[in-house]
């Protein structure tokens, strides 16, 4: 080959690596984990948590186009409210393009709704810690499963009511405690009540108080990776909290059919961005960031739940159950 | 015919009786049916008086509605106050007082705000302070009832609590249930349900249902409207049969005036539409102005008067009265309050008072006797 030349050869490579001498299919691994993730599926748990009646339950559903979570029709006559904020957790396996998920819906029913609401978030913060643990333990078993079951939650959607004014205190207290062992994504519920200034306005009196706090929401500045992340996720950083409204019902707009909300003043259309922020929410969670919430949560969150769990006990306590062996850490 | 015009022309009659005319002739007219008039008259030159309390949690467009509802800006220079900021503070009263004159009658308005409530992670009887206040409220003016110079006492009582309930929720939650026990004894409560533009025409009928169902079960005694009376036509009773299904009302406010269908009209441009306050397929804004200010706001102030303030008063004198038996004093069905004696002038004024009510009295009976001698 002369220098001026361009490769007679077939190459397979994407401008670049023309010093190849011949094709060798390095980037056929791609190709081969995609069917190996389509074959074994994976798992993703959303946690989502707010005061009864924000549409926790209708957000989910829309989002993942399923019925995953079962709305709650509020407490009825002979309910009373748990006294603690209860966690159930739900899981349901959704198909699509072949690609398999088991996605577990954790809901938080009681959370906010009382008088006294001093330390609602302790159940919460409990069940976090739980399954951090739960992995753990598995992770230091001398025969280990070959994957690892996780109900890590690896995405937590706090639900901030559309007062228009700001935080409330629940909200600070919440997100400060949480913030550091799972990933927050603060959403504006229901904020068809919002006109589009008042919308502005609130979220960025609502950024200044998360500032204030020093709470940091998902995606997390600390742990961009490069430039180019830091360049997207200064984006996103820039529109959250996401303002959205949830539907499930379907409705005729200009001959097509559109999830959202019917009033006497016109259809609200979930996936209008003119409308609400429910698409860039989705494309956020679901169509770009689903596989780095699972990596933040299982590199960070987890690594420093493990840290403190050594650091704590000088080692980890022996393994007591009777499957496994005794650990020897 | 203007009110006094015709008041005139009727005394005229009276007291000329050449000029008789054949209605006369059938009716033996007093006269006193001008009475509302006068007293019409006497409540213009007069004025009138009502105090509003408005309570629910922080954004639930509360200073929104009673700007709309009373085309007045009463919290221009408000400042919001943030998360960290309200950690520290308790439930606030805080008193804004405007005048408001609109064709000739006078009207000094008074808003009640709670700001607080309902806004701390606890919020255990956060409505305290708010029951205190009225008590208070209802306290001076038993002091002031029962003192001697009655010329002046200033009504501070609360005539009326709009109690905002979110439109997020499934209905009542503790914090309203607990509220609405504390003080639908002592004032008139009315529920909304706020910001009612975020909800469907069929979730306002199953919210609105919903917490009816929980104000029966739980107990709580809000304003009832009064009945028609069976004389009224049948336009109004439907009227009033459909204010009373409507509550609790679904209320938007806005102080900002938008176009639509080529009006201009107090609105919120939303990107997928116009929503307008005072349209009544939009909203119960109409009907809440109506009944509030229109049809029942003298009622809710004798409600206040005849029942809330005489439950107190009641309560109050039982209170004393047992007090005085437990120390073993005489017991006395009538309270005695400390009074000073009167003094000299004002006993010359009642007694002028006396002689000048003699002489009306007289000048009525002189006028009756006239005109049953005429009709002889």
Redesign the interface.
């Given at each position: 080959l002369s220098a001026g030349q361009p490769s007679r050869k077939r190459s397979h490579s994407s401008g670049g690596g023309s010093t190849l001498l011949g094709y060798i299919g390095i980037d056929t691994i791609i190709e081969q984990m995609r069917k190996k993730t389509m074959k074994t599926g994976f798992d993703f748990n959303i946690m989502v948590v707010g005061p009864s009646g924000l549409g926790k339950s209708t957000l989910v559903n829309t989002l993942f186009k399923s019925q995953v979570s079962r709305k709650s029709a509020g407490w009825s006559r002979d309910e009373k409210i748990p006294k603690t904020v209860e966690i159930k957790s739900v899981s349901h396996v959704i198909e699509e393009g072949g690609v398999k998920m088991k996605l577990t819906v954790v809901d938080t029913p009681g959370f906010g709704d009382q008088i006294n609401n001093d330390n609602c978030w302790e159940p919460i913060s409990k069940y976090i810690n739980e399954q951090f643990e739960k992995f753990l333990k598995e992770e230091v078993n001398i025969t280990r499963k070959k994957r690892i079951p996780d109900t890590r939650v690896h995405c937590c959607v706090y639900f901030i009511p559309p007062t228009g004014h700001s935080l409330r205190q629940l909200d600070v207290e919440f997100m400060k405690r949480l913030s550091h062992s799972v990933n927050i994504i603060p959403v504006i519920a229901k904020s068809d009540t919002m006109t589009v200034e008042e919308r502005q306005e609130f979220k960025q009196r609502v950024r200044k108080e998360l500032e204030m706090n020093g709470i940091e929401f998902y995606p997390q500045k600390e742990f961009d990776d490069d430039i180019e992340d830091k360049s997207d996720n200064d984006k996103i950083r820039e529109m959250m909290p996401f303002a959205v409204v949830g539907s499930d019902k379907e409705y005729q707009v200009n001959g097509k059919r559109v999830l959202g909300r019917k009033t006497p003043w016109g259809i609200i259309e979930v996936e209008n961005p003119n409308h609400c922020e429910f698409a860039q929410l989705r494309d956020f969670l679901i169509r770009s960031h689903l596989q780095d919430l699972k990596e933040v949560t299982h590199n960070i969150h987890y690594e420093t739940y493990r840290a403190k769990r050594l650091n704590d006990n000088g080692g980890l306590h022996p393994i007591t159950s009777n499957d496994t062996q005794e650990s020897n850490l | 015919m203007d009110a006094i015009m015709l008041q005139e022309k009727l005394v005229e009659r009276l007291l000329c009786p050449r000029v008789r005319t054949a209605r006369q002739k059938e009716k033996q007219y007093v006269g006193f049916a001008t009475l509302p008039n006068q007293v019409h008259r006497k409540s213009v030159k007069k004025g009138f008086d009502f105090t509003l309390m408005v309570a629910g949690?922080?954004?639930?467009?509360k200073s929104t509605l009673v700007n709309s509802l009373f085309l007045t800006d009463l919290y221009k220079d408000r400042k919001?106050?943030?998360?960290?900021e309200?950690?520290n503070q308790t439930v606030e009263i805080i008193k804004h007082t405007v005048d408001i004159e609109e064709k000739g009658v006078k009207l000094k308005l008074t808003i009640v705000d709670t700001p607080g409530f309902g806004?701390?992670?606890?919020?255990?009887e956060?409505w305290k302070p708010i029951t205190d206040y009225i008590d208070q409220q209802f306290e001076q003016y038993f002091r002031d009832e029962s003192g001697l110079n009655r010329k002046n006492i200033q009504d501070n009582r609360v005539h009326c609590c709009l109690y905002f309930i979110?439109?997020?929720?499934?209905?009542l939650?503790?914090?309203d249930v607990?509220f609405m026990k504390a003080l639908h004894e002592k004032v008139n409560i009315i529920p909304l349900i706020a910001?009612a533009?975020?909800l469907?025409?069929n979730e306002i009928k199953k919210l609105k249902d919903?917490i009816r169902?929980e104000i029966d079960?739980f107990g709580i005694k809000v304003y009832q409207f009064p009945e028609c009376d069976s004389d009224e036509d049948e336009e109004f009773k439907q009227l009033d049969k459909e204010l009373k299904e409507c509550t609790p009302f679904a209320v938007i406010g806005s102080n900002t005036v938008v176009e639509a269908r080529g009006q201009r009209v107090r609105g919120?441009?939303?990107?997928?539409?116009?929503?307008?306050v005072e349209n009544q397929?939009?909203c119960d804004f109409v009907k809440l102005r109506n009944m509030l200010i229109r049809s029942h706001m003298h009622d809710l102030k004798d409600v206040t008067c005849d029942v809330h303030y005489e439950n107190y008063r009641a309560q109050c004198i039982q209170e004393m009265t047992s007090k005085l038996a437990q120390d073993n004093r005489m017991e006395s069905p009538i309270p005695i309050l400390p009074l000073s004696t009167p003094d000299a002038d004002t006993e010359k004024l009642i007694k002028m008072k006396d002689e000048e009510l003699k002489r009306m009295q007289e000048m009525l009976n002189k006028m009756q006797q006239q005109m049953h001698d005429k009709d002889q």
């Open positions: - | 949690e922080s954004g639930m467009g919001l106050l943030n998360a960290e309200r950690i806004d701390a992670v606890n919020n255990n956060c979110p439109p997020f929720g499934h209905g939650r503790p914090v607990e910001k533009d975020c469907t025409p919903r169902e079960k919120r441009l939303y990107p997928w539409g116009i929503v307008e397929s939009h």
